[in-house]
């Protein structure tokens, strides 16, 4: 167990509709990640937050948007939701800006 | 963009046999190495890293090996065993691009019994 808490394990929903997935950090842990893992493209890093602010972005589309709240645990919100959405959602977390990141068991997003 | 790949989709060794994991990478700005064992239904799991600034580092039976010239990357798994069975990734981290990891493709590790 790594610490890192995410909910919900498994989510099936519709095509067009938005989804939230949340992300509870270790312990002390001020940063948050988080990456997409599906069959076609693998784990792909999508955004970091630092302590409530954005820190780094990677291939993460417009639809998709994320913030980290002052207790630190974050939200991945997914919208206009398309069926090559559906894939794995981690969120891992590290004490800080940088360093060893940490892997939740992830959440299962299906979209019909 | 920048990518890390992996030589071999599955890999199969009989229990206790020695298993080795291989990675090219191709950004050479890359600082900072990582692989993980992803087990089936679980978030990926740390094994070992390795900074740019070393060639070798070793943990409790693995060693992962880094060759900067060639861009490279290998796990060593020593006296392999069924619980090893997993997925492994490497990772790799340009400090400067902030702490983003672009991970490889993954090899499937089998152990015969």
């Known amino acids: 167990d790594s610490g890192v808490t995410q909910t919900p394990k498994h989510l099936i929903t519709a095509t067009g509709q938005r989804v939230t997935l949340r992300c509870s950090p270790r312990s002390g842990d001020l940063s948050v990640y988080w990456y997409q893992q599906s069959l076609d493209q693998g784990l792909q890093f999508l955004i970091q937050y630092y302590n409530g602010e954005e820190r780094a972005k990677g291939n993460i589309l417009e639809r998709f948007s994320a913030q980290q709240f002052p207790d630190l645990h974050s939200e991945l919100n997914l919208s206009s939701l398309e069926l090559g959405d559906s894939a794995l959602y981690f969120c891992?977390?590290?004490?800080?800006?940088?360093?060893?990141?940490?892997f939740g068991p992830g959440t299962r997003l299906t979209v019909l | 963009g920048e990518s890390v790949g992996l030589h071999l989709p599955t890999l199969s060794v009989q229990e206790g046999d020695n298993s080795i994991i291989n990675c090219a990478y191709s950004?050479?700005?890359?600082?900072?190495f990582i692989w993980y064992k992803q087990e089936s239904g679980k978030g990926p799991q740390f094994i070992i890293d390795?900074?740019?600034?070393?060639d070798k580092r070793q943990g409790q039976r693995v060693t992962v090996l880094l060759n900067k010239t060639v861009k490279h990357l290998s796990l060593q798994i020593a006296a392999t065993q069924p619980g090893d069975s997993a997925v492994y990734f490497c990772a790799e981290n340009d400090n400067n691009a902030g702490n983003m990891l672009t991970f490889g493709g993954g090899t499937r590790l089998m152990v015969k019994p």
């Open positions: 950004n050479s700005a890359s600082d900072y």
């Open positions: 891992a977390s590290s004490f800080g800006a940088s360093g060893e990141q940490f």
């Open positions: 390795i900074r740019s600034n070393m």
